[in-house]
């Protein structure tokens, strides 16, 4: 498998595996009265084909949303009717129907899957989960395996796995055009306000320019800059006072100077600061290859720790690079119009080392 | 307790899987409830148009045919099912989910899986059981 992530907004494998083992000990011991013990915890193995008995039943719960993906449980029928047993609380002399078996590892992987997806996957966008289904072996190979766990039940074995589309990230350069778009619209948004333009064409390249803003914010999960350009927009269409849009930008200040640990964790409207700090600490030793692609060679794995969950790069991933790049054009595009507008002079308000490079110090270098 | 007269109070438990349902039946029935079940929205609209009523519908979300919030939001526009308390249970739980089905007419809402004293915890506040075991 390629060794890139899978999506911009996802945990890495390993801590999707471990979330997925919270999910199951959770569910194990609430709803299922018998003894689980795990034995085997693979981030790209074989998973439940190495089952010794032969896999009898796989049951697939998968999730949609902003990304998509699958919890698969597959058993052998041991460990099936094991699991049934302990969710109907039924004895060993007591015949369970194949329909019985079916429903209960359906219900059981529907649980682990909806726990997984409330600890995981819930704060990073707006997921939904589809019924369980059960599938024949090789059914799922569209999806990419994150991460599997074996478990040896009293009288069988259980595999959980978590799969995931293979959904590209978004691209750098994908990000780069849209952000070149929003540059664009930057300058026309200019043009027409420096013209003393009201109104009509006006509110239109602000209301793209939002789109566009919101977009690259979406994508890059940078809540606060999603704000900042919210609030450009109100302020511009006179639905607010300077004022308040100062109280914006200084709120956005703060959280940019507070110690990282300070800032609130990722999934929250603290991430783009959290970029935002990564860039600070790393500034003096990028390097500019292009007109906004950076290169940060032996800081990606410091950027992953100190962005601490919301990006686990992988070595030679260039999706880790692409994000805090993308963070910090979505910053100079702000403190461009900021500036171009005269925004920024009359606020009064310093924009930090965040917005040190210009447009015009960008070209210059490239 | 009240007396030895008072009929037990009636759940209704309505969810496509019987794993569930048995679950859930088997909860309420140990919390003195007397159970019925229906395995969807609209087997379980019909019981409650013709039968007795519950003082208690669990409900879960995503159903074939009427889901759960479909059932709340008609119950919920007839008058005489005013007294029926509500629970949504599900594996449902982000914070706008959890609103939306409040905002449907739910009473409560029950997070799967669940611990065991969580579903009387949840029937302790809509006032139909107590601690002591007794009805409120």
């Not at chain 2, 969810?15 to 379980?44: I, K, N, P």
């Not at chain 2, 519908?57 to 045919?65: E, Q």
Request: glycine fraction near 10%; hydrophobic fraction near 45%; aromatic fraction near 4%.
């Amino acid at each position: 498998m390629p060794n890139r992530l899978i999506g911009t907004l996802l945990p890495s494998r390993a801590v999707l595996l471990g979330f997925l083992k919270d999910s199951v000990d959770e569910v194990f011991s609430t709803m299922v009265a018998t003894v689980a013990q795990l034995v085997d915890c693979d981030l790209d193995g074989a998973g439940h084909r190495e089952l010794s008995a032969g896999v009898a039943l796989e049951a697939v719960v998968e999730f949609e949303g902003d990304h998509a993906g699958a919890v698969v449980l597959a058993c052998n029928r041991d460990g099936a009717e094991e699991i049934a047993r302990g969710m109907l609380l039924s004895g060993v002399d007591e015949e369970l129907s194949p329909e019985e078996v079916r429903d209960a590892l359906g219900e059981c992987a529907n649980m682990v899957c909806g726990t997984l997806k409330n600890r995981a996957l819930d704060g990073l966008g707006d997921f939904r989960l589809c019924p369980p289904r059960f599938v024949q072996e090789g059914e799922v190979q569209r999806l990419q395996r994150c991460g599997s766990l074996v478990y040896r039940l009293c009288n069988g074995a259980v595999s959980i796995e978590v799969w995931l589309f293979e959904t590209a990230a978004p691209k750098a350069q994908d990000l780069e055009d849209l952000l070149c778009r929003s540059l664009g619209l930057v300058g026309e948004f200019d043009r027409l306000r420096r013209g003393g333009q009201q109104g009509g064409d006006l509110d239109g390249v602000l209301g793209e320019l939002r789109g566009e803003l919101r977009e690259a914010a979406r994508q890059l999960h940078l809540a606060e800059l999603e704000e900042l350009a919210a609030a450009l927009e109100q302020t511009a269409a006179g639905q607010q006072g300077w004022d308040q849009l100062q109280e914006t930008l200084q709120r956005s200040m703060d959280l940019l100077h507070a110690p990282l640990e300070a800032i609130p964790s990722p999934g929250t409207a603290g991430d783009g600061k959290r970029i935002f700090r990564v860039l600070i600490d790393l500034e003096e030793d990028y390097e500019l290859q292009g007109r906004s692609t950076l290169d940060l060679p032996g800081d990606v794995a410091c950027a992953g720790e100190m962005l601490d969950g919301l990006v686990l790069p992988e070595t030679g991933s260039l999706d880790p690079v692409g994000q805090p790049e993308a963070g910090k054009m979505v910053a100079i595009v702000l403190s461009s119009d900021l500036d171009a507008a005269g925004i920024a002079a009359t606020l009064g308000v310093p924009m930090g080392r965040v917005h040190a490079l210009a447009r015009d110090e960008i070209e210059a270098l490239s | 307790m009240s007396g030895g007269a008072e009929q037990p109070r009636r759940a209704l438990v309505v969810d496509d899987s019987r794993t569930m349902r048995a679950l859930l039946r088997a909860s309420v029935e140990a919390l003195g409830f007397c159970t019925e079940e229906a395995r969807d929205g609209a087997e379980a609209w019909s019981q409650l148009q013709e039968g007795p009523l519950p003082d208690l519908v669990l409900v879960d979300w995503h159903m074939p045919r009427m889901d759960g919030l479909q059932l709340i939001a008609a119950a919920r526009a007839v008058p005489r099912f005013d007294p029926v308390r509500l629970v949504v249970v599900t594996v449902e739980t982000a914070m706008a989910r959890i609103a939306e089905a409040l905002e449907a007419g739910a009473d409560e809402y029950l997070m799967k899986p669940f611990e065991e004293g969580a579903l009387r915890d949840k029937l302790v506040q809509l006032g139909l059981y107590s601690t002591a075991g007794d009805r409120p």
